[in-house]
């Protein structure tokens, strides 16, 4: 079974929070989430989420939580997923990166879209946000 390493970075402005939709060319097209990425080699966790931050949002933010590591199996692998929440103070700059999305809401803990994405409830579970 393959392991990967991974990282989502739930961003947060004020009382909302940054969900984001997958390009319908990329894996799971259409589905919700926060931002996600692959650590690279050589670069620490905390090093991706701000990196893939900027590159999906353009928008600049500091880690001020983590949570605790998640595993979650799908097929023949074996997902590591680190999780963190990204406080952003300006969101003037915001603009999703095309190639890897498709749309952006701002939404607060108890919209209805929570529930329907498990990968970003599952998220804001682990950062004790619900």
Known sequence: MQTLITMYALIQYKDKYLILQRADNRSNPGY???????????ESVEETAIREVKEETNLDGEIT????????YNKDKRWVIFAYLVEVKDISNLKIDTNELQDYKWINKNDEMVSNYKGFEDTLKILEIL
Do not use: A, L, R, S
Not at 32 to 42: D, Q
Not at 65 to 72: D, L, M, Q, S
């Open 32 to 42: 919700w989430n926060c931002v996600t990425g692959h650590v690279k080699e050589k």
């Open 65 to 72: 939580k983590t949570g605790e590591p998640f595993i979650h």
